[in-house]
């Protein structure tokens, strides 16, 4: 079963950028068609932030483009995500994700997988 | 603002059916895009309820169901169980966004 561990810093400062990683346990994360991430401000819902696919092309929601970039280290295992510029309005918890994949095995590109917990950031002085 | 609308909160006594709707635009439902559905348990991830607009994961109870027709999706909860009690999220892509959106997500509460 794969697992995905969201960690980062917890507390960071406006103006600065945003670092992020997702350990991947179970799976090589060559293996996935791609990986993603999620955010969820407090009482919000939830915002696609983009998506790694294993080409290496990323694709970014439009609002954090200008600010946003993810890779990924095939020997860590771990995805990273970098948000720089960031406001209070950037605090959320963050989920990283994967495409899913059926019980048979098979992809279905349109679904993310969550597998595990978030991580909590929350911008402030 | 989501481009993908859902009533906030629906309830139902237990046993019963409730119906969560999606609707969207001719940009992403209606455009032919899939509709994922979520349930999320409050401090918890996410989890994949339906994908394909109608298809189960492995594991998820044929309790729910989903569906879709022109710009909205909707999705069934039969059987009302006090641990169905979560937020139901729908998701699609956009394209005049270029965009996986979320839906603005429905409480879903057991009186």
């Known amino acids: 079963q794969v697992q995905l561990q969201a960690s980062g810093p917890g507390l960071v400062k406006p103006s600065e950028t945003l670092s992020l990683t997702c350990d991947v346990t179970?799976?090589?994360?060559?293996?996935?068609?791609?990986w993603g991430w999620i955010r969820q401000s407090a009482g919000k819902g939830l915002e696609w932030i983009g998506n790694i696919y294993r080409s290496g092309n990323t694709y970014y929601t439009p609002s954090l483009r200008s600010r946003v970039s993810m890779s990924v280290d095939t020997t860590k295992n771990q995805l990273s995500l970098r948000l720089s510029s960031v406001t209070a309005a950037d605090t959320a918890t963050y989920y990283c994700s994967r495409s899913y994949y059926n019980a048979s095995g098979l992809p279905y590109r349109d679904a993310f997988d969550f597998g595990g917990q978030g991580t909590m950031v929350t911008v402030s002085a | 603002q989501s481009v993908l609308t859902q009533p906030p909160s629906v309830s139902g006594a237990p046993g019963q059916r409730v119906t969560i709707s999606c609707t969207g635009t001719?940009?992403?439902?209606?455009?032919?895009?899939?509709v994922q559905w979520y349930q999320q348990i409050p401090e918890t991830a996410p989890k994949l309820l339906i994908y394909?607009?109608?298809n189960r994961p492995s594991g998820v109870l044929d309790r729910f169901s989903g569906s879709k027709s022109d710009i909205s999706a909707s999705l069934s909860i039969t059987g009302l169980q006090a641990e169905d009690e979560a937020d139901y999220y729908c998701l699609s892509y956009d394209s005049s966004l270029g965009a996986y959106v979320f839906g603005t997500g429905t409480k879903v509460s057991v009186l």
């Open positions: 179970g799976s090589s994360i060559s293996s996935a068609d791609y």
């Open positions: 001719s940009s992403n439902i209606g455009a032919g895009y899939d």
């Open positions: 394909a607009n109608t």
